[in-house]
């Protein structure tokens, strides 16, 4: 994953805790764009790594784009031959349509230039220069921000630039004087209150969310309660190859390691499949099962001993903290504890004191 990749409005599909739990069929909802602009690319180039150099966004993201654009096809667009991706049947088919739509699309926005205000001199980069940045991990960027998509487009808080980075690149920046920066974590609750003692930090604890068992109806039954972590590691278990996670997993499970694993990649549509199917459990969070649109297909349950996590913001008290960015901070504390008032009035998911 290139950790630097500048997001304008992060919309990824979900990463880090919030695993595929969305497993609804989607085929027949409009199709972005965006999605075709990828997969022009990612044809173009024959490898993630170029094409998400060329359209300065992340590997894992565009990534996991391609595999919700297969999923909402209903077909394989690549296969793999050797180190690169090359064209299936149905993504030749594809390609020339996907071409002919954006030719049509940039043909249509220069048409209207000169009719919209933002063809104004100068507007564009104003715009710009006050639109705010944030630094943020993983969860942020795929998870939280898509799960309150639609409240913060409500409230104004859709036009920010999301700049992901790895939880070590982000300590790595705080260590070294923040570089005037506001910073998006979620991280274990332990590595939280660590942060909060660090002198010459400010750390705004947001919320709290533990990890989740999702599965379909097979595994889980309604009121049957949390499931030990003995028995989870006996599941079949299909979860997100990611750094941090697989720390987390570890570390979650160190007395009762996980013995089936049947799927741990990058790949959040087999993942999905296998959930679907009935063929293994995955995990999830509470506060995205909290915010997630209801699925029938799949139940959540607790797990006893979960991870527990908190989000915040932080930045460095010495470095100037960009204003514009702790103001957009405010403005989100305040959308969401409006959006998540009642899962905050669990005193468990309420950020450390």
């Given at each position: 994953?290139?950790?630097?990749?500048?997001?304008?409005?992060?919309?990824?599909?979900?990463?880090l805790?919030?695993?595929?739990?969305?497993?609804?069929a989607?085929?027949?909802?409009?199709?972005?764009?965006?999605?075709?602009?990828?997969?022009?690319?990612v044809?173009?180039?024959?490898?993630?790594?170029?094409?998400?150099?060329?359209?300065?966004?992340?590997?894992?993201?565009?990534?996991?784009?391609?595999?919700?654009?297969?999923?909402?096809l209903?077909?394989?667009?690549?296969e793999?031959?050797?180190?690169?991706?090359?064209?299936?049947?149905?993504?030749?088919?594809?390609?020339?349509h996907?071409r002919?739509?954006?030719?049509?699309?940039d043909?249509?926005?220069?048409?209207?230039?000169?009719?919209?205000?933002a063809?104004?001199?100068?507007?564009?980069?104003?715009?710009?220069a006050?639109?705010?940045?944030?630094?943020?991990?993983?969860f942020?960027?795929?998870?939280?921000?898509?799960?309150?998509?639609?409240?913060?487009?409500?409230?104004?808080?859709?036009?920010?630039?999301?700049?992901?980075?790895?939880?070590?690149?982000i300590?790595?920046?705080?260590?070294?004087g923040?570089?005037?920066?506001?910073?998006?974590?979620?991280?274990?609750?332990?590595?939280?209150?660590?942060?909060r003692?660090?002198?010459?930090?400010?750390?705004?604890?947001?919320?709290?969310?533990?990890?989740?068992?999702?599965?379909?109806?097979?595994?889980?039954?309604?009121?049957?309660?949390?499931?030990?972590?003995?028995?989870?590691?006996?599941?079949?278990?299909?979860?997100y190859?990611?750094a941090?996670?697989?720390?987390?997993?570890?570390?979650?499970?160190?007395?009762?390691?996980?013995?089936?694993?049947?799927?741990?990649a990058?790949n959040?549509?087999?993942?999905?499949?296998?959930?679907?199917?009935?063929?293994a459990?995955?995990?999830?969070?509470?506060?995205?099962?909290?915010?997630?649109e209801?699925?029938?297909?799949?139940?959540?349950a607790?797990?006893e001993?979960?991870?527990?996590?908190?989000?915040?913001?932080?930045?460095?008290?010495d470095a100037s903290?960009?204003?514009t960015?702790?103001?957009?901070?405010?403005?989100?504390?305040?959308?969401?504890?409006?959006?998540c008032a009642?899962?905050?009035?669990?005193?468990?998911?309420?950020?450390?004191?």
């Open positions: 994953m290139d950790g630097n990749a500048p997001h304008r409005r992060c919309r990824a599909p979900a990463a805790l919030r695993f595929p739990e969305d497993f609804r989607t085929r027949g909802e409009p199709m972005r764009f965006e999605a075709l602009e990828y997969f022009v690319a044809a173009e180039n024959g490898s993630l790594t170029a094409a998400s150099r060329g359209l300065f966004v992340s590997q894992q993201g565009l990534s996991k784009a391609m595999a919700a654009l297969e999923r909402d209903g077909c394989r667009l690549f793999r031959e050797g180190a690169r991706l090359r064209l299936t049947g149905a993504g030749h088919a594809l390609l020339p996907a002919r739509c954006l030719a049509e699309r043909e249509l926005l220069g048409a209207l230039t000169p009719f919209t205000r063809s104004a001199p100068g507007r564009v980069a104003a715009e710009r006050g639109c705010p940045t944030l630094h943020a991990c993983a942020v960027t795929d998870s939280l921000f898509s799960l309150l998509d639609r409240d913060l487009a409500a409230a104004g808080l859709d036009d920010v630039t999301i700049i992901e980075h790895s939880y070590a690149e300590k790595d920046a705080l260590e070294r923040g570089e005037g920066a506001v910073y998006a974590l979620c991280l274990p609750i332990a590595e939280a209150e660590e942060l003692r660090l002198p010459g930090l400010t750390f705004r604890p947001l919320f709290v969310t533990e990890m989740m068992l999702a599965a379909s109806s097979q595994f889980i039954r309604p009121g049957k309660g949390a499931f030990p972590l003995a028995r989870v590691a006996e599941l079949p278990v299909a979860y190859n990611d941090v996670l697989n720390d987390i997993i570890r570390d979650m499970f160190r007395e009762h390691p996980l013995r089936n694993v049947v799927t741990h990058s959040p549509t087999r993942i999905a499949n296998s959930v679907s199917a009935g063929k459990v995955t995990f999830s969070d509470s506060l995205s099962v909290f915010l997630a209801p699925n029938r297909a799949i139940a959540h607790p797990i001993g979960a991870a527990r996590f908190c989000m915040g913001f932080v930045y460095a008290n903290p960009d204003a960015a702790l103001d957009y901070v405010t403005r989100f504390e305040e959308c969401f504890r409006a959006r009642a899962y905050l009035a669990d005193p468990a998911h309420r950020p450390i004191s």
